[in-house]
């Protein structure tokens, strides 16, 4: 038998309602907020990421699906959507047709990464992109969205991280501290973090190895060694979030390793996933545009991964999802009638009916049984003698009420199903 590739998941038809409600509270959130959507091709040239998520990172280096296609072009499905809905504004000049462009996503990205609870090589991001003003309300905008969508969900085991990462010339000031101090460490740092030590010096805070969180417990602090106008920019962010009723948490240690990081980053995590807590996560990157061959724009984002948010409803049992209901089901007492069956399907699903019928050619009681298992409304009676009179017999399923109508009449049927 041939099975769905290690990392992969089937969606079943018992699960997508949980992934419609999801994907609707987006929409809904967003349009708010007046994000409009975005969908970008699920592959793209593999310099696209390299540039636009960097050449050391984890995902580039290790984590990518990239391919030659048969014109010998690099392509990489994407592991995520920032890069790709840069190039997008880049390619089709948005930032011409309007100074700000606010926009969102939902898709399948893919990363090949170890699989464990909540995390696939197929997996599903929602997020946001807000380009063209370095406004800090655009930075608590983002992280108000994300929990807003989080707490509608009904999770309570939320916590909101923030940092700021100042602008690079502060960075580039705060990594000759960072190395100075780490160099009397540096034999007793892991194996990854003696590369990151010269390749990706701040990446060296999100090592999970414990000798590696030992020493950092001790060094110095970005937050430290930020000018006026960075920290104004941070303090205008956090009385937002207050003002917003969101309660966040400065964590000093979560970083972004790559020069086009500016300012506000931040994480939602959840005690209800395991170790691998964050959510979702994004921040500032005003110099990404310009990275990608666009004009110096400012930009801010975040993406959240839809699986583990899925994971954390069930493990809190949040997710009150009304049960999968149809408004008629058709049984045909003669099999003779299915034809007439079916042509009064049709006609009422073209009214907006939810319909179903026997297509089995079962016997009165397995399509009863059928009919209470799609949780119907009603159940129409095709056949018997009030046929011969031209009428149906139209059965209530919660109260067991019935009623005859006349084939001639079906706008009353209409009319008392949908009441």
Known sequence: MIKAITGTKDILPSDISKWYFLENLIKK????????????????????????????????????YTFLDRSGESLTLRPELTASVVRALIEH???????????????????????????????????????GSNDPLLDAEMIIMAFDILAQLGLKNLEVKINSLGVPSEREDYKN????????????????????????????????DERDIEIMKHAPLLINYLKDESLSHFETVKSTLKKANVNFSVDSSL?????????????????????????????RYNGLVKELGGSDLPGVGFAAGMERILLACENENVLSIPED???????????????????????????????????????????????????AKYVLFVGGEELKNNEVVLKNMLNSEQENISLNEIEKLIKKIGE
């Open 29 to 64: 959130i967003f349009s708010k907020f007046n994000y409009k959507e975005i969908r970008t091709p699920i592959f793209e040239n593999t310099s696209l990421f390299a540039r636009g998520i960097g050449e050391a990172t984890d995902i580039v280096s290790k984590e990518m």
């Open 93 to 131: 000049s948005l930032e011409k047709k309007q100074s700000l462009n606010k926009l969102f996503y939902i898709g399948p990205m893919f990363r090949q990464e170890r699989p464990q609870a909540g995390r696939y090589r197929q997996f599903h991001q929602f997020g946001a992109e807000s380009i």
């Open 177 to 208: 501290v960072l190395r100075e101090y780490l160099k009397s460490h540096l034999s007793n740092l892991s194996e990854e973090s003696k590369k990151r030590f010269e390749t990706n010096v701040l990446r060296i805070f999100d090592s999970k």
């Open 255 to 283: 970083v972004r390793g790559l020069d086009y990081y500016t300012h506000t980053t931040f994480e939602i995590v959840s005690k209800s996933v395991g170790s691998q807590s964050a959510l979702c996560g994004g921040g």
């Open 325 to 375: 209901k149809i408004d008629l089901y058709i049984i045909t007492l003669d099999k003779t009638k299915s034809e007439l069956s079916y042509n009064i399907a049709i006609s009422l699903r073209r009214k907006n009916l939810t319909v179903e019928l026997d297509y089995l050619l079962r016997s009165v009681k397995a399509q009863m049984r059928e009919a209470n298992k799609l949780n």
